[in-house]
């Protein structure tokens, strides 16, 4: 599985999700950094990256905006920087979720330290 971290992510995140042996690639290091909140989740679709984010403003775009629908991200919601509990918890949803990432096209995964919960397109047009 391939992850494209947007640029709000703490480094130390990026570093522990690569320890894990995930493949990774960090908005800044491949030339998207200040780019439009549209051109992200665009990007990471298009390559078939799990888009994981913290940015507030993105994500009200992506969970509840005119992104709805497009890719797989996964939205950090964390009020305290706990760079190991978080980086624990992402490794935890890639694990227990990996039958989702490998068949769902589009879904919002929302991690906080309360856990996490799964927003999937066609549960909200029921």
Do not use: C
């Not at 298009?46 to 905006?65: A, M, Q, R, T």
Request: charged share 30%; no cysteine; aromatic share 8%.
């Amino acid at each position: 599985m391939r992850i494209l971290a947007n640029e709000n992510l703490h480094t130390e995140i990026v570093r522990g999700l690569q320890r894990a042996n995930y493949d990774v690639l960090f908005v800044p290091d491949i030339g998207l950094a200040g780019h439009k909140d549209r051109e992200i989740p665009e990007y990471s679709e298009k390559n078939g990256l799990v888009l994981i984010s913290g940015d507030k403003d993105f994500g009200g775009l992506i969970e509840f905006g005119p992104l709805w629908g497009h890719g797989k991200v996964i939205l950090l919601r964390y009020r305290l920087i706990d760079i190991q509990r978080i980086v624990n918890n992402i490794l935890e949803i890639l694990n227990r979720e990996a039958e989702m990432f490998s068949k769902e096209k589009s879904f919002v995964i929302v991690s906080s330290e309360s856990g996490y919960r799964v927003h999937k397109p066609a549960e909200l047009r029921k």
